[in-house]
Structure formats: C-alpha cells, structure tokens
C-alpha cells in the first residue's frame, strides 16, 4: 500500500474515536515484552466464574479507546464479566496494528504472531482468575474485527462466539479452518467508507464484504445455506433516525450456535454507537456460550 493511502487510511479510522478511561472497576496489570491490562468488574466473585471479553482495537487506535467506545465499563460491571482491551504492536509509520488477515493491516510485512499473543492473554487471566471456560468471547472493530475473524479460524475450540464490527474474514475462505463451531456476529454499515460492505480491497489485497464473510461462517457452521430476516430492528447508531439496523441469522446451525448479521443501514465506519449498543452486544454473547 502507498503511503498516500495508508494516510488516508488511518484519516478515516481516527474520525470519531476517542479515548475514555477506566471507571467503576479495578484493574490488575501483567507485565511483560507485551504488558496488557485486565478490567475486574466491582461484583467478580471467585465463587462465581466470570465471562471473558478479549476486545481488540481498529488501526492506528489502542485498546483502552476501543473499550470507551464501546462503552464496556458500566456494562462490565452490571453483567460481571472481566475483559482486557490489549494493545497491537507498531509498525513502522508507529501505528498499532494486529497481524490479522492478509488485507488488513499488516502493511510493512511484520512477522508478530498476534494471535499466539491474544491466545495467551486468555490462558493468563484464565489462570488468574476464576473464568467460565464456556464464555470465552473475542469482539474488535476494523482492524481488530479482522483480527476477531482470525481468531475464530485459529482458537474456535476455546472461544464461545466472536463479534466483528467493520472487520471481514479472508478472502480466501480456505485460510480459515475452524476446528468446532463457534458463534459470529457480524456487525456493519452499508455505508462504511474504509472497509466496504460489499468487499474490496485494501491495496491490492482483496477482502470479502459483510454478506460473504457471514455466508462463509455459516459454511464452517454447517447452517442452512439461506440467510433468514429476524424481522428485529436495533438502535445502534444513535446519528440515524429510528431503529436502522436490519438483522439476518442463518439457521439450522451446530447445536447451540448462532451466526448473524447485524446490517446498520446507513452506517458509517465509526459510527455514533446508541446507549444501549453495548448491552445488545454482550447479551448476544451470552445468549451463545459454548457448547
């Protein structure tokens, strides 16, 4: 990719992001080559085994932005689930980054395994703390749903169920190559001006569109092969008028997964997320443990 394009890249990705702290919560730091920070919800109980959310940052951004973002704290601590928010590492324009699929975003050729890094955050906290082993999830946005999408492919007989908003699977669905089910949600704007519902390319690496990368999940799934309308409106950005986001669900799946889409009609790449969108989002979650 030239450099004019990566900036324009990274442009989009900053409109709308910003950085919000931890609050309402304790953390505990594990240090290391590559130091991440745990987010312990106020009611975490060892009796009581908690969910874990791994949330993974777009391009250019970092963890603890994503996680303002998606407004997790407050929602953290209601539904007692522990989560970390890591970092991608630099590359050499020193944005961060994940290693995730061949289009996106490893730009300057990096050789960082992310996903042994992700997979080794969850085998750390799972030590650590009490953690339900059938609610593991893994949620990013741009970059960090690519990256989500790669770890469904890579670690499907740990995780419960993935979450990607505005990040795709391979292009060639070859490349991925689940070993047990695994519950996805699809999240995106029709509208979305960096990655492109309909698919595209980033350079001249070609990624699948939101349609294909669901229809493909639900291959690895063994669903049906036609996508259903819910009939179930959502409010997830509050920019647009009324409920604008339209859901599909394959069906007939692997006994207790899920797979569907949630197409934000009009919605851009960042857009202004309502109040309510992050409890959508982990109750789809928990409506899909593992198996």
């Given amino acids: 990719m030239k450099k004019t394009a990566i900036a324009l890249f990274i442009a989009s990705l900053l409109v709308g992001m910003t950085t919000s702290p931890f609050a309402q919560?304790?953390?505990?730091?594990?240090?290391?080559?590559?130091?991440?920070?745990?987010?312990?919800?106020?009611?975490?109980k060892k009796?009581?085994?908690?969910?874990?959310?791994?949330?993974l940052h777009g391009y250019t951004s970092s963890g603890a932005s994503t996680a303002g973002y998606l407004q997790l704290d407050a929602v953290a601590n209601k539904k007692g689930f522990i989560y970390v928010a890591p970092n991608g590492t630099l590359d050499e324009a020193t944005?961060?980054?994940?290693?995730?699929?061949?289009?996106?975003?490893?730009?300057?050729?990096?050789?960082v395994d992310d996903g042994a890094y992700l997979k080794g955050i969850i085998d750390t906290v799972s030590k650590n703390y009490s953690i339900d082993p059938k609610r593991i999830y893994v949620i990013g946005h741009s970059n960090g749903?690519?990256?989500?999408?790669?770890?469904?492919?890579?670690?499907?007989?740990?995780?419960a169920a993935i979450a990607s908003f505005a990040g795709e699977l391979y292009k060639d669905?070859?490349?991925?190559?689940p070993t047990s089910p695994?519950?996805?949600?699809?999240?995106?704007?029709?509208?979305?001006?960096?990655?492109?519902?309909?698919?595209?390319?980033?350079?001249?690496?070609?990624?699948p569109g939101a349609e294909?990368?669901?229809?493909?999940?639900?291959?690895?799934?063994?669903?049906?092969?036609?996508?259903?309308a819910l009939g179930i409106?959502?409010?997830?950005?509050?920019?647009?008028?009324?409920?604008?986001?339209?859901?599909?669900?394959?069906?007939?799946?692997?006994?207790?997964?899920?797979?569907?889409?949630?197409?934000?009609?009009?919605?851009?790449?960042?857009?202004?997320?309502?109040?309510?969108?992050?409890?959508?989002?982990?109750?789809?979650?928990?409506?899909?443990?593992?198996?």
Avoid at 47 to 55: H, K, R, T
Avoid at 96 to 111: G, Q, V
């Fill in 25 to 44: 919560a304790s953390s505990k730091v594990f240090p290391g080559k590559r130091p991440f920070t745990a987010v312990i919800p106020s009611n975490y």
């Fill in 47 to 55: 009796s009581v085994p908690a969910p874990l959310i791994i949330v």
């Fill in 95 to 111: 944005a961060r980054f994940w290693n995730a699929t061949d289009s996106c975003c490893n730009f300057y050729k990096s050789s």
């Fill in 145 to 159: 749903g690519f990256m989500t999408n790669v770890m469904g492919c890579r670690y499907s007989g740990q995780i």
């Fill in 173 to 177: 669905a070859s490349k991925c190559a």
């Fill in 182 to 207: 695994i519950s996805v949600l699809q999240i995106q704007g029709t509208q979305d001006e960096t990655i492109n519902y309909q698919g595209g390319a980033i350079g001249s690496n070609k990624y």
């Fill in 212 to 228: 294909e990368t669901i229809s493909d999940w639900a291959k690895y799934n063994k669903c049906a092969p036609v996508k259903n």
């Fill in 233 to 291: 409106k959502r409010d997830i950005d509050s920019s647009l008028s009324g409920s604008e986001t339209v859901t599909s669900a394959y069906k007939s799946c692997a006994k207790g997964v899920g797979v569907e889409l949630w197409s934000v009609v009009g919605g851009a790449h960042v857009p202004t997320l309502s109040k309510d969108f992050s409890a959508q989002l982990i109750d789809w979650l928990y409506a899909h443990p593992k198996a």
